[in-house]
């Protein structure tokens, strides 16, 4: 069965800094990668995707990813956060046989202090 | 991406009743799936409803607490049944279109008292 983990559960940051979400997930055959945000009170918003080819994605907002397949990881990245980018953020997986069902981690909650 | 309207969007229910959520799709998909999210939780697999046949429960949701009808390729509902206030949760639904990836419902926001 596939999981998904992401490390962080809580990150506080000040604006201008750099931003790297962890993410890890467990499936031994193809996989979709995704990285969704939630900001309060909102509903899931998709940030990107990773499907097939280039292993760095480049998502909305300034946001991208790497898809490290050896290490079975999917990173979130931004160079620099705004007080905006407060939000949970779910890094979720979906493996390519069977279902395809979407499995999603247990979210990263972000806290930009101005 | 897919259109989902989701309804109703929110309810308060008493407990030992039950509810019932709408998804309608506006096309034809293969799979839907229902999710939960518990407050200040991420979103938990609840099933996957194929048309035509039973749908598929993930581990520590059973078919008599979430019964789910898929009578068509654009259509399911999701039933909370006998609610207790541990049912208090946002329940989505979602639907995958190929390349473009999963769409999901706005959501239904149930409280339980």
């Known amino acids: 069965a596939q999981s998904v983990s992401q490390h962080n559960h809580h990150v506080i940051l000040s604006e201008a800094a750099s931003l790297e979400l962890g993410c890890n997930y467990s499936y031994g055959g193809t996989v979709n990668l995704f990285w969704y945000v939630q900001y309060p009170g909102q509903h899931l918003q998709l940030l990107l995707k990773?499907?097939?080819?280039?292993?760095l994605v480049k998502g909305i907002k300034g946001f991208e990813a790497e898809f490290i397949k050896s290490k079975f990881s999917f990173n979130l990245r931004k160079p620099s956060v705004q007080w905006s980018d407060t939000a949970e953020y779910f890094c979720?997986?979906?493996?390519?046989?069977?279902?395809?069902?979407?499995?999603f981690g247990q979210g990263t909650r972000l806290t930009i202090n101005p | 991406s897919a259109v989902i309207s989701q309804k109703p969007s929110r309810d308060i229910c008493q407990r030992g009743t039950s509810l019932t959520i709408q998804c309608q799709v506006d096309?034809?998909?293969?799979?839907m799936f229902w999710y939960r999210q518990q407050p200040g939780q991420s979103l938990t697999l609840i099933a996957t409803a194929n048309q035509g046949s039973e749908a598929t429960y993930e581990s520590g949701f059973v078919i008599d607490k979430f019964p789910i009808s898929r009578p068509n390729l654009t259509f399911s509902t999701l039933t909370v049944s006998n609610m207790s206030p541990e049912d208090s949760s946002i329940y989505l639904c979602?639907?995958?279109?190929?390349?473009?990836?999963?769409?999901f419902g706005s959501g239904t926001r149930l409280t339980v008292v």
């Open positions: 096309s034809q998909v293969t799979m």
């Open positions: 979602s639907v995958i279109r190929g390349l473009r990836g999963y769409t």
């Open positions: 979720a997986v979906n493996g390519l046989e069977g279902a395809q069902k979407l499995v």
């Open positions: 990773y499907f097939s080819g280039d292993p």
